[in-house]
Structures are given as structure tokens and as C-alpha cells.
């Protein structure tokens, strides 16, 4: 049987679990006050869950980076207060803003942030200063791309679609003395506490996803561990900015210390905008495909993520080279 034939309650695939959580603690060192779930609904249904379960005294801070922040924010302030700290709104979103000192309320449940913005090509280098509060992370579009010490964070979730496997299931790694402190009726299923007692098997698991999930933390493993995929995944986007700041028909959009090694983000030069179209078909006719940005910024999107190679990327830069000797 293939595992979508399987019971999800048969020995097999509780193995299947079972190694997966395991392989993710040890390539993260998530430590064992830390609870690990695999739950459904994608990391948007966390906007939700996330003020649900910490939402004690109806108040959080959250830092607006760009797209997926702002969601998360018009989600969190349908249950709570929320008091945006810090936003680079002001430069649509190409920076992340100093966060060394925010005015945090003592009383504010928890931080928020949302580690690297797809959109907008922004990434964080340095965590904010929370003053003792506890940090929630959004790591969908970055997990597993850099070493992280959990303790550094109250919860972290990922939705797995960019660098672990398939959509279909989310990582919520939680400290468990983050939880249980809110006396609001919540929901079932966006009840954490639910997903920990029940060992994220309450309902019927997302199989298939989370079988691809527990082979890629394998693979990982075999490249070296996170360490070993970060050099690679820095190495890949040095090749990438490097080939646009010499290029002259294009521009990075996000400021040179906040650039994401997962997401690049950049537009044609000033004077070029023309040929925007142009180099779309031009790349696509070399098999360079998905580049064009997101509807709501324009431009160009290189998602590099870990299963991207350094081959693929050379591949790009050298599209890139020939579009410009064709055009200048």
C-alpha cells in the first residue's frame, strides 16, 4: 500500500510521524519544552489561531514588514487589540525597521512577526528586542533555510509548501508554557492544546503531505543539516543580487541588508521599464518560468528556495546577461 491507501491510526504511518518530528527536532534543537504539531488550514488559518490561544489580556504588538504581516494583523484585530510597534510601510515594505527598542505595552500578550516577506523580498537578520514578551514567528517561506535557536521564540509556524514538502500541513512548534492562559471559549481546531493532546492525530492528517514532509527532513539531513543549506542558500542568492546590481537594465527593490535569500525581489532599471514584458517571454522562451512578481508590486520574483540549485540560478543570471547584451 502507498500511504494514502493506509489507516492513518496503523503503526506505519504513526512511524512516519513519529520520525518526522523527530528528524525536525534534531535539525532545529528544538528544545523539550517545546511542543512540535502538524496541523492543517495553512499558515493564513495561524492569523487566526495564533490570537485565539495567546490572547490572554486582548493585546499583542505586531511589526508590519509587508503582505503576509498585514494580513495577519487585520486577521488578529478581529479578537484583540493590536498595536502595530514598527512598519516600513512608509517605503512599500522594502526594509525592515529597527526594532531594538519598541514601545511595548507591559500587559501585550506577545510580539509577531513574519520572518520573510515573499511579496516584497524582505527578510529579518535580527530579531526584535520583545523586552521579555513572547515572539511568534511566521516562518512559511524561510523555514529551514538558516539555523534558529527555538528559544528565542514562544511559537514558531511554517507552512511547508516552500522549503519542506507539499501544502496541506503547517509546523506549530510551541513552548508549552505559552498556552492555556485564556479563558475565551475557542474553537476545536484552532485549539492548540487539541492538536497536543490528541498528538496532532485528532482528525485525519494531511498523509501524503506529511510523508513528503518526513522524506525532505531526511534530505536535508543527508545535505549536511541547516547549516550546510544555508551556505548554499546565501552562496545562491550572492550569484543573484550580484548579477543585478552589475546588470544595467535591472534593480533590487529591498534595501541591500534586509534582501532575502529565499524570495529576490527586482524590476527593470529606470529607463528600461518598457521591456518588462519583453524579458518575461525572453525567459520563458529559455525555460525560466514564475518569474513575474506578485500582482499587487509588479516586476520580477526569483523564489530560490532550498530544492532550487545553484545550476538553476546560473541559469537565470545568464538569461539575464544575454537579455542585456541584446538590449544595450
Known amino acids: 500500500m502507498c500511504v494514502m491507501e493506509m489507516s492513518h491510526r496503523s503503526k506505519v504511518f504513526q512511524q512516519i510521524v513519529d520520525e518526522a518530528e523527530a528528524d525536525l ?53 478581529k479578537y484583540g487589540e493590536v498595536i502595530v510597534a514598527a512598519s516600513s510601510k512608509d517605503k512599500n515594505y522594502s526594509y525592515i525597521p529597527d526594532c531594538s527598542d519598541l514601545d511595548i505595552p507591559e500587559d501585550a500578550d506577545y510580539v509577531y512577526i513574519c520572518e520573510n516577506e515573499t511579496i516584497h523580498g524582505v527578510t529579518w537578520n535580527k530579531l526584535p528586542n520583545t523586552k521579555g514578551h513572547v515572539l511568534v514567528s511566521d516562518q512559511s517561506s524561510m523555514f529551514l533555510s538558516k ?3 527555538v528559544s528565542d521564540y514562544g511559537m514558531i509556524y511554517a507552512g511547508v509548501q516552500k522549503n519542506v514538502g507539499p501544502a496541506g500541513v503547517v509546523f506549530a512548534i ?5 498556552l492555556g492562559k485564556v479563558s475565551r471559549y475557542i474553537p476545536t481546531m484552532l485549539d492548540y492544546r487539541t492538536h497536543i493532546d490528541k498528538e496532532s492525530m485528532f482528525n485525519t492528517p494531511p498523509v501524503f503531505s ?27 542568492a550572492g550569484i543573484l543580487y550580484k548579477e543585478i546590481d552589475r546588470n544595467a537594465l ?20 529606470p529607463g528600461y521599464e ?29 523564489s530560490i528556495y532550498n530544492a532550487c ?4 540560478v546560473l541559469a537565470l543570471t545568464a ?3 544575454e537579455f542585456e547584451s541584446m538590449k544595450k
Open 25 to 77: 527536532r534534531d535539525l532545529m534543537g528544538i528544545p523539550d519544552n517545546y511542543k512540535v504539531l502538524f496541523i492543517q488550514g495553512g499558515a493564513t488559518l495561524q492569523f487566526a489561531a495564533v490570537p485565539w490561544n495567546l490572547m490572554k489580556n486582548g493585546k499583542a504588538v505586531y511589526v508590519e514588514t509587508g503582505a503576509w504581516s498585514k494580513k495577519a494583523i487585520a486577521e488578529a484585530k
Open 319 to 321: 538569461c539575464m546577461k
Open 210 to 236: 506529511i510523508f513528503v514532509m518526513n522524506e525532505t527532513l531526511k534530505w536535508v539531513k543527508d545535505m549536511g543539516g541547516v547549516a550546510a543549506i544555508h551556505k548554499l542558500d546565501v552562496e545562491k
Open 250 to 269: 535591472f534593480t533590487g527593490t529591498a534595501a541591500v541588508e534586509d534582501r532575502s535569500i529565499m524570495n529576490v525581489c527586482f524590476v527593470m532599471a
Open 309 to 312: 540549485t545553484k545550476e538553476d
Open 274 to 302: 518598457a521591456l518588462q514584458d519583453e524579458f518575461l517571454s525572453f525567459a520563458k522562451g529559455q525555460g525560466m518560468v514564475g518569474l513575474k512578481g506578485h500582482r499587487s508590486v509588479g516586476g520580477f520574483r526569483a
Open 174 to 178: 510551541i513552548r508549552k508554557d505559552a
Open 147 to 149: 539555523p534558529c535557536n
